[in-house]
């Protein structure tokens, strides 16, 4: 037994040195990590503010000013042009200098003083759908709120629902709230698959893999003196970029941070068995490399941090259960955002689990018979 730990220490030390002797493994280790965090963090968002606005006032009254001054101070519109005439208004949307236009007729002074209804055109852009949705949105946030501060006390009081919106885990629906922990599961997923394919197929090329054959180490002492190192690199860029997007963009944490590493060390089960099953199959670091992608982007698409799980077809929801990305957010972000325990996130643990011994088992039998 003491043999058998002292031979996987001694890989495991040689794989340390192999690794960070490689300047492109050092960059994959602590650069990528960090810049995937700057591109989600700050790039990558579906937040909307500054959306390029137009606005045509045809009442250019107190009333009318007030208004566009909401707009304003809001942050969430910048007004760009005031236009003076319908077919400006249009030439604006047309060659997409704004995003937004709103029309304030005639009359909409007095019909705000005396309680009257009235109306305002707003006018879209939908060439991006998102933006467009969510700009509207605020636009009748702050029509609806103007409305209720304007009205004649007789009219506001006639009001029967008082609907108040509450968003819970993440009040003020920021993107990077979202974005930033998952980053931290495609990025360890990234990062042990690219390391763990590469580095077996690394030792088969340069032919060091049939030095390790006639050594005294064991299959199972290989497999564990390949996956220990990456394993523990795969932790610390968990740590890196948790650290780093708590204190660069203020993410908060309000689960148990024991969970991340436990959790963390679950996931990688799956992810450096399947790094490993990459490696039986490649023969050359390119095809590795190759592989390492066509398993990650669909990884990725089909894992819910694009697009909601519920939304695919109903065959690619069903594929989506052997994907342990899937898993891993819903932990990450439970423990991020909404404050879970293993009590919640137990069912998603076991998950990985069994999916990490399915994919172990057959890497296992498939690495084997490679070094037959």
Do not use: C, H
């Given at each position: ?72 101070s809001s942050g969430y519109f910048q007004v760009l042009a005031m236009a003076g005439a319908p077919a400006e208004v249009r030439e604006l949307l047309d060659r997409s200098t704004v995003t937004i236009a709103i029309q304030i007729n005639r009359g909409f002074s007095s019909d705000v003083k005396r309680g009257r209804p009235t109306s305002i055109q707003v006018l879209a852009d939908g060439t991006d759908s998102n933006t467009a949705t969510v700009a509207l949105d605020y636009t009748m946030r702050i029509i609806k709120k ?227």
């Amino acid at each position: 037994m003491q043999n058998g730990f002292e031979r996987i220490k001694r890989m495991v030390v040689k794989e340390f040195i192999q690794i960070f002797r490689d300047k492109r493994m050092k960059a994959i280790v602590f650069v990528l990590p960090l810049l995937q965090t700057m591109v989600f963090g700050y790039a990558v968002t579906t937040d909307v503010n500054n959306v390029p606005t137009a606005i045509y006032d045809l009442d250019r009254s107190f009333e009318s000013r007030e208004l566009v001054r909401r707009f304003v101070s809001s942050g969430y519109f910048q007004v760009l042009a005031m236009a003076g005439a319908p077919a400006e208004v249009r030439e604006l949307l047309d060659r997409s200098t704004v995003t937004i236009a709103i029309q304030i007729n005639r009359g909409f002074s007095s019909d705000v003083k005396r309680g009257r209804p009235t109306s305002i055109q707003v006018l879209a852009d939908g060439t991006d759908s998102n933006t467009a949705t969510v700009a509207l949105d605020y636009t009748m946030r702050i029509i609806k709120k103007y409305s209720l501060d304007m009205a004649v006390p007789s009219a506001r009081s006639s009001a029967l629902i008082d609907v108040r919106p509450r968003a819970w885990y993440n009040p003020e629906l920021m993107s990077k709230n979202y974005n930033v922990p998952g980053v931290i599961a495609m990025v360890i997923m990234l990062t042990s698959l690219l390391l763990t394919s590469m580095a077996v197929v690394r030792e088969r090329e340069m032919g060091t893999m049939e030095q390790l054959m006639v050594t005294p180490l064991k299959p199972i002492e290989l497999i564990l003196g390949k996956t220990i190192p990456f394993a523990v690199i795969a932790i610390f860029d968990m740590a890196l970029i948790t650290v780093f997007g708590v204190l660069v963009f203020s993410i908060p944490i309000n689960g148990p941070l024991w969970l991340l590493p436990v959790s963390t060390g679950v996931y990688l089960f799956s992810v450096l068995g399947t790094g490993l099953f990459i490696s039986t199959i490649a023969k050359t670091q390119q095809q590795a490399l190759m592989a390492t992608f066509l398993f990650y982007m669909p990884a990725v698409l089909l894992s819910g941090f694009m697009f909601p799980i519920e939304n695919m077809p109903v065959i690619f929801q069903y594929a989506t259960y052997a994907n342990p990305l899937r898993y891993f957010l819903v932990i990450i972000r439970g423990i991020f955002l909404k404050g879970s325990g293993i009590d919640v996130l137990w069912p998603q643990m076991v998950s990985l689990l069994a999916l990490g011994a399915v994919v172990i088992a057959l890497s296992s039998v498939r690495f084997r018979k490679r070094l037959v």
